[in-house]
């Protein structure tokens, strides 16, 4: 059994977690502890407050409880928001705090468009557009060309959580670009691991959600690769691992 761990803020997707368990068909647990959301926008103040060093380790004893082998901070925005070097101090200080391997969702953006060996991307975001271009800034400081950026403009995680399969399906469309080698949706607000088949499907080309990185890059802190097909593109990468 490998159990991994995620710091979720507040209550919005959380539900992706056990169905993406489900969906993985393997001898993996995946255990989330809820954080304190502080104020529900996106904006950048509120969004520094959320991802405070003093928020993520008020859940690391409760993570620790569950057994796990990692711990990934399940939010982009409260980690792209610290840029690129002040998101490295933040999983640092998770590490130690909790005592084991640590990264965030927006590193597992960084590190799924490597595991893809695509360069050029879309993002459709459903942040406001001054979000969404730092969550573009983050992905150029990692190495991805990014193509174009599509902001909703929605503040509150709370509206993100209520978007059904055909609204990320428009999001998606939209933000999709002629050239981009893959389309990124950030937000672990979003509803995403039921739809992943229908997006690429849609868009002929690999979909990255956030809820969908978040555990892959879980499991590449525990050197775990799970063969899941329906988890999208991203799962099938070689070498496959599975129980």
């Not at 003093?54 to 792209?80: I, K, N, P, Q």
């Not at 130690?96 to 468009?113: D, N």
């Not at 050239?179 to 690429?200: G, I, K, M, R």
């Amino acid at each position: 059994m490998t159990a991994l761990g995620f710091l979720y803020p507040g209550h919005s997707a959380e539900d992706d977690y056990p169905r993406i368990e489900l969906l993985l068909g393997s001898d993996i647990r995946l255990d989330v502890i809820h954080t304190d959301i502080g104020e529900d926008a996106h904006r950048v103040d509120a969004l520094l407050g959320m991802g405070s060093a003093e928020r993520l380790a008020a859940g690391v004893e409760d993570l620790r409880l569950t057994g796990a082998e990692a711990v990934v901070w399940a939010c982009t925005s409260g980690s792209f928001v610290y840029g690129w070097e002040g998101a490295h101090d933040q999983v640092r200080s998770l590490a130690l705090a909790a005592g084991m391997p640590a990264s965030s969702t927006s590193f597992a953006f960084v590190h799924a468009v490597r595991e893809l060996d695509v360069r050029r991307v879309a993002v459709g975001a459903t942040y406001p557009s001054d979000v969404a271009d730092l969550f573009a800034q983050f992905l150029r400081a990692g190495g991805a060309e990014v193509l174009s950026v599509r902001g909703s403009g929605i503040i509150t995680a709370a509206e993100v959580g209520t978007w059904g399969e055909e609204e990320v399906l428009t999001l998606a469309r939209e933000a999709d670009h002629t050239d981009a080698e893959a389309v990124l949706l950030p937000d672990t607000a979003l509803h995403t691991a039921s739809h992943l088949p229908a997006l690429e499907k849609e868009l002929g080309k690999p979909v990255l959600t956030a809820n969908q990185v978040t555990v892959w890059e879980a499991l590449r802190l525990t050197d775990r690769r799970v063969n899941a097909p329906v988890l999208g593109s991203l799962f099938t990468r070689e070498p496959i691992v599975q129980a």
